[in-house]
């Protein structure tokens, strides 16, 4: 599904990313682990097509096609999904409205008719009980004063709806008490099938208990130092990353 | 500027000839001579520092004479199925044919301003040029020398009206360049309560120039709501001078929408002549191409216990220019006073710029007072967050530019005047969003 060969990226003139192989195939659960700084939002960042990176070699390919030519909303057509680490506040704009949108602009790309609000409104009673949503976050401004924990959910409930093929999580376990921690994890679990796959960046391997990953690696300074089962998480754990140095 | 100058003596002496037996004449020539002594402005003057008006000082108008305007042309300008009160204005002129349902409005009397003038009412003449007197710029004045039209509102003690009275104004081009001098009278009597919504529009094309005042007195414990929508073309000088005195516990709202017009400047001033005042100024603009959209507003808290807000936003594309001064006095008696200001551009184009300056003067020690101005562009992250679920670029613009306007447009009672606003935004967005469902 997703194959990235030898991807270096930099920012600003300084090479974050040096040399990423990763292989992602249909059906399957990745984790990325690695300390602050080690370039794990970057990657997340460039999948989603966003244009600060610059990408200086390398490639990636999703699903037979070069990732790198798309747009970010091509990219969200065509089944990306990225739950970013820090939602974006944006007054102004009601949460309903902008997933609507969204909805429908993806909808369209694929030939399908686009839904009405009350057939929106359906759809989204049912998908955010998936993720336990209060339901007057609804119709406030997208993320607006929304606690962390808030704004977290929001995301696994946006991925619900949009039903995305590669869903990117970032850090969407930071910030989340235990319950929480639990029914974002049921979500991401209840919307898993055969068919797509989903890439966790985590800090904790507390969350790997509830996503169960086919494999997990480590990402440091830029590279992918180490790649194994999820054992390798609970061995991060107790050791920390000093010993992959 | 003295050929400049000598082509309003001129114009003058064509347009009024005859009427110089008419009380008002004496009005009329005061104000032109004050017009003759200062002349137009330059940069070099303080309120006129951003704002270089040689192009219109250097085009030669003539003064409209009456224009005819077919009805279904007029229809484009009105609301949707609007049976309520509506006085239309072709080139500075009430035109009662276009006119309908302004006549029996329970306790309102409304008087084209020609009228007021050749039978020299006394009503209104105590009111004429008394309020716009402390506020005068050369527009103004020049206004006063042509004074020839206008609507004058009279609503009676305690009368709370109803229905929203629309005027429409229409500005119609001819082969030269044509110029119109429509004038208000609003009276807001005690405890009378209003909404008056004013929007003007161009007809056919042609260089036109609309230099309107509008005094508007508001009694003791009056409300007045007053939404004005610019949307003349891109040919069309505008410059408005509107002038406001409020009276004790008084309400006044003022919403001004710019989103037509080459040149607009719109001058409000408002004096609080009174105690537990409230006055409102809010403003909304869109401009583009190299449209130069000016708001001058003043604050004038003369007494205690007034609460003055004053909300500006404005959104500029392409090398479309914009001002924005707001000047807040607090005289020494005007303890308590709680002022607050702010005005933030959106600027969605390298090449767009805005001036801002804001004045506070302040002579009392006891007052809250708040200002604030910001310059953006569009926040790429959270157009990135919209893009990043799917939302093309242009219609991620347009929601965020939407999102930057909504407080002011949240805030607009009467859904004719959002509709109108919302089609505007989406049309100057250029896409297909409905903002009526944001
Ligand atoms: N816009 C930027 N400008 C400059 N440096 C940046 C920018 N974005 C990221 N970086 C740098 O790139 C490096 C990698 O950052 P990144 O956010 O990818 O780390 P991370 O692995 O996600 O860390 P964390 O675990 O703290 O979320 C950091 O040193 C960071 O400071
Ligand atoms: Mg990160």
């Not at chain 1, 300390?35 to 990408?55: C, D, F, M």
């Not at chain 1, 990219?75 to 309903?96: C, D, M, T, W």
């Not at chain 2, 936003?313 to 607050?340: E, H, M, W, Y």
Request: charged fraction near 25%.
């Amino acid at each position: 599904m997703l194959q990235i060969k030898d991807l270096h990226a930099s920012i600003e003139g300084k090479e974050i990313l040096k040399g990423i192989d990763l292989e992602v195939k249909k059906g399957e659960v990745h984790a990325i682990m690695g300390p602050n700084g080690s370039g794990k939002s970057t990657l997340a960042n460039i999948l989603a097509g966003r244009e600060e990176y610059e990408v200086t070699s390398g490639s990636i390919s999703y699903l037979g096609e070069d990732l790198l030519e798309l747009d970010p909303e091509e990219r969200a057509h065509k089944g990306i999904f990225l739950a970013f680490q820090y939602p974006v506040e944006i007054p102004g704009v009601s949460n309903v409205y902008f997933l609507r949108t969204a909805l429908n602009e993806v909808r369209k790309s694929q030939g399908l008719e686009e839904l009405d609000a009350a057939q929106f409104l359906k759809l989204v009673r049912k998908k955010i009980d998936l993720v336990q949503l209060d339901k007057s976050l609804l119709n406030r401004a997208v993320n607006e004063g929304f606690s962390g924990g808030e704004k977290k959910r929001n995301e696994i409930f946006q991925m619900a709806v949009l039903e995305p093929k590669l869903a990117i999580l970032d850090e969407t376990d930071s910030g989340l008490d235990i319950d929480a921690l639990r029914i974002v994890a049921n979500g991401v679990n209840s919307l898993k099938s055969k068919d797509n796959a989903t890439i966790v960046v985590t800090h904790y391997q507390r969350l790997l208990d509830y996503i169960v990953p086919d494999v997990v690696h480590v990402l440091f300074k830029g590279k992918i130092v180490k790649s194994g089962g999820k054992e390798l998480a609970l061995e991060l754990e107790s050791k920390g990353y000093d010993w992959l140095k | 500027m003295q050929n400049e100058i000598k082509h309003y003596l001129d114009q003058f002496e064509r347009f009024h000839n005859g009427s110089a037996g008419q009380a008002v004449h004496a009005l009329r020539k005061k104000a032109l001579r004050e017009f003759e002594q200062e002349g137009f402005p330059t940069t070099r003057q303080e309120e006129w520092r951003f704002t270089n008006i040689r192009p219109l000082a250097q085009t030669p108008f003539m003064v409209s004479g009456s224009a005819q305007l077919e009805q279904a042309e007029m229809d484009t300008f009105l609301f949707t199925d609007w049976q309520k009160p509506l006085i239309v204005m072709v080139n500075g002129r009430f035109d009662r044919a276009l006119s309908r349902n302004w006549q029996d409005i329970p306790g309102v009397d409304i008087i084209p301003l020609k009228q007021v003038l050749d039978e020299d009412k006394t009503l209104f003449n105590a009111y004429l040029t008394k309020i716009v007197q402390d506020h005068e710029t050369v527009f103004s004045r020049l206004n006063s020398a042509f004074m020839h039209d206008g609507v004058c509102l009279h609503i009676n003690n305690m009368v709370h009206v109803q229905e929203e009275i629309h005027i429409v104004h229409v500005m119609k081009g001819g082969e030269k360049p044509l110029a119109a001098y429509p004038r208000n009278l609003i009276i807001a009597g005690k405890g009378s309560e209003a909404c008056l919504i004013e929007t003007f529009h161009s007809s056919g094309t042609g260089v036109t120039f609309t230099d309107m005042v509008s005094e508007v007195f508001v009694g003791e414990n009056a409300r007045l709501k007053h939404y004005r929508i610019q949307n003349e073309s891109a040919e069309a000088f505008h410059v408005s001078n509107t002038a406001v005195s409020q009276k004790d516990n008084s309400n006044y709202k003022s919403v001004t929408f710019t989103f037509g017009g080459r040149l607009v400047r719109n001058n409000i001033s408002t004096a609080l002549n009174g105690q537990g005042i409230e006055s409102t100024l809010n403003g909304l603009y869109m401009g583009g191409d190299k449209q130069l959209i000016d708001n001058h507003t003043f604050i004038d808290h003369a007494r205690a216990h007034c609460d003055s807000h004053e909300l500006y936003r404005g959104i500029l594309r392409d090398n479309a220019r914009a001002v924005f001064s707001g000047k807040i006095l607090v005289r020494p008696d005007a303890q308590k006073t709680d002022a607050k200001q702010s005005n933030n551009c959106l600027l969605l184009s390298d090449e767009a710029r805005v001036d801002t300056k804001p004045q506070l003067e302040i002579y009392a020690d006891d007052v809250k007072c708040t200002h604030g101005a910001t310059v953006g562009q569009l926040d790429e992250e959270a157009a990135f967050y919209l893009r990043a679920r799917g939302i093309p670029r242009h219609k991620a613009t347009g929601i965020l530019t939407y999102a930057f306007a909504e407080e002011i447009i949240a805030a607009i009672e009467v859904a004719e005047v959002r509709d109108t606003v919302h089609a505007l935004l989406a049309d100057r967005l250029g896409h297909e969003i409905d903002f009526t469902e944001v």
